[in-house]
């Protein structure tokens, strides 16, 4: 989406009005778009660092680097707003059933039960306040256009691992 031309002029009783609400209104969303792009790397960033505190995952491919266990994505809603997804990737090292726990069927046939570690959530809610400096960083370049669009990366290459982006 680029920037829209967003000059609208029109004239009443001689005083001349010009709308930029196209404008404000993209400068607003890919801001947030932005922002919720940053949180995403940075939260799936912190949650590889805590998978790695794990026994047995501390070298393991499978959490760091490309290939890392958990991704994000800042998709589009219905409404037309985009939105930041942080998940576990499918099948990654019983992903979903460590964060939530419950069992799964091991190699020999088994049920293997696993607790419930809660890596995403917990990194999440305990990196709240780093979120909402990011956020804000993003958010309070409303006031100047030009910081503002330096901000907005219209790329779309937001989706990954959390190496050292």
């Known amino acids: 989406m680029s920037i ?3 000059v609208i002029k029109f004239k009443r009783d001689g005083v001349e009005y010009v709308s930029s609400v196209d404008r404000v209104q993209y400068t607003i969303v890919e801001l947030t778009r932005a922002a919720m792009k940053d949180v995403g790397k940075y939260v799936v960033r912190m949650c590889n660092k805590e998978a790695m505190r794990l026994h047995g995952l501390r070298k393991s491919r499978r959490v760091k680097g490309k290939t890392s266990t958990f991704l994000y994505d800042v998709p589009w809603a219905k409404t037309g707003l985009p939105h930041v997804d942080i ?3 499918h099948h990654t090292w ?3 059933a460590q964060e939530l726990g419950g069992a799964v069927q091991g190699a020999g046939g088994g049920l293997r039960i696993i607790p419930k570690l809660g890596i995403l959530r917990n990194t999440t809610y305990n990196n709240i306040p780093e979120i909402m400096k990011i956020e804000s960083q993003y958010l309070s370049a409303l006031e100047d256009e030009a910081a503002a669009l330096r901000l ?5 290459e937001h989706q990954g691992g ?3 982006n």
């Open 152 to 156: 907005i990366d219209e790329k779309e």
């Open 94 to 96: 019983y992903g979903v």
């Open 4 to 6: 829209p031309k967003s």
């Open 87 to 89: 998940e576990v990737k």
């Open 162 to 164: 959390g190496g050292d």
